[in-house]
């Protein structure tokens, strides 16, 4: 199978990603971990939320040690997910319901137990083979180099018996990073590139991608030489696959992402990294103030680009993008039990973050949903799942799916114990409380929310394309903005509070438009000459389109 030409090349602006893990979503064969022939199955269950997009995690032979991002072999499917050729089933499957694939891309490093990783401590210095890596003979080279995995490393070089050099990784010691000096390492990329895209994928998350190049004297992160090689890997998939999309996890201050999109020229997409924290932070403070300040920091982007937005996902909720003060506030607030912590952020879904607080996990979508770029769902935050900070690493926030109330969260066959990973049980989150069946089978539940939402959503393109323009709001609580394409207008008030607050808002640009309120759709008042007065229940919030009268 080759892969699809979309009939729309700037599709992924109006997508709306679900983000899950094959091993964690459905397990098919009973073996106890989820698999392809399981993800396949629950397709129809994705179709009928609305999302447009699946971004998996990786799914490639890998011992494991970092939940797959330590890949041993870029061309195959571990054999706890299935075959290649389940794969190539599971894509034919979601094309079928037009929902587009995203797959990772995580070329900084590999698992120390690649054949390249094994043929360069081998071989000779300066051999080709041993060029494939980064080596040193002391390990004070490239000392202005952060460290990220905080909690269990102490250097970015680790000492290697077998070559007798160290070695350079950014992440886990186990993850030994590849050398873009070599352009050999850039050819098997593309060879890895063109192996997915051959059967038929519509995007790649390049992870940690600043990282690929390193120099003497800086910070090793967002160097033109890493730039350079992103240029080459989109014009390859430009050649080979265009309308293949590919989406940076750059996690840096707005003004370094921007040169990940280069001139268009090199990522379709980038995460918004800092614009998470403070959404949280401006709930929790009860102000509009820190979600504003970031969006006025955010640099225009060139028009066939996009930012991607999410509120959870796989990771720690990463405090790397903040000041000192404002990670202590969001410690205190959101991680005041320190297991809650691990390396420089917060392990926890999104409902156990806001206490389980239903009318604030609603107002954190409606912002995710509307605010310019494509939002991404985490697997499970559709129901509310919830966590369990007391496991290892980030292995607290990857839990089965929660499909029914049963012990294996209708999730395996196999007895909760023999599944890759506990269910949650507590009372609150727990599979009981928790899960799709019986959210079907509400129609009150959050679920069903969320389903509406989306398709809401996915009606106005100008969620995903408009420009963004804040109103000066005489209360600070309330954050009010309007989305505008061409001439459809959409005006969205926020109210970060608990309690019930007005709003006085200046539409005197829409004198004699009336907003209709988008969920119910119900008119509201033309706009006049007079402030627009507006009553938000604690944390509420209202969509409207701005009709035009007659
Ligand atoms: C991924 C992490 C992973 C790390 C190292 C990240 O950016 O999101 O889950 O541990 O890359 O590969």
Known sequence: MTARKPADPRWYQDAVIYETHVKAFYDGNGDGVGDFQGLTEKLDYLEALGVTCLWLLPFFPSPLRDDGYDIADYRDVHPSYGTLADFSRFLEEAHRRDLSVLIELVVNHTSDQHPWFQRARRSPPGSPERDFYVWSDDDRKFSGT?????DTEKSNWTWDPEAKAFYWHR??????????????????IERVMKFWLDLGVDGFRLDAIPYLVERDGTSCENLPETHAVIR??????????????????ANQWPEDVRPYFGDGDECHMAFHFPLMPRIFMGLRRESAAPIVDIMRRTPAIPPS??????????????????????????????????????????????????????????????LLFSFPGTPIVYYGDELGMGDDVLRPDRDGVRTPMQWRGEPSAGFSSRPPEALYSLPVTDPVYGVQAVNVEAQLADRSSLLHWMRNLIRLRRQFRVFGRGTLEFLPAANPRVLAY???????????????????????????????????????YTPFPRVGRTPYLLTLAGYGFLWFELRREG
């Open 482 to 520: 309007v989305r505008r394409l061409d001439s459809d207008v959409v005006l969205c008030v926020a109210n970060l509070s608990r309690h019930a607050q007005p709003a006085e808002l200046d539409l005197s640009g829409f004198e004699g438009y009336t907003p209709v309120e988008m969920l119910g």
């Open 171 to 188: 992440f886990f010691s186990h993850q030994p990073d590849l050398n873009f000096d070599n352009p050999a390492v850039i050819e098997q």
């Open 146 to 150: 952060r460290i990220i995995f905080t």
């Open 305 to 366: 680009c996009q930012w991607a937005l999410f509120l959870r996902n796989h990771d720690e909720l990463t405090l790397e993008m903040v000041t000192e003060d404002e990670r202590a506030y969001m410690n205190l607030a959101y991680a005041r039990d320190p297991r809650a912590r691990v390396n420089v952020g917060i392990r926890r879904r999104l409902a156990p973050l806001v206490e389980n607080g239903r009318r604030r996990i609603e107002l954190l979508n409606a």
């Open 232 to 249: 080459r890997l989109r014009a390859f998939v430009d050649r080979h696959a265009p309308g293949c999309m590919l989406l940076a996890e």
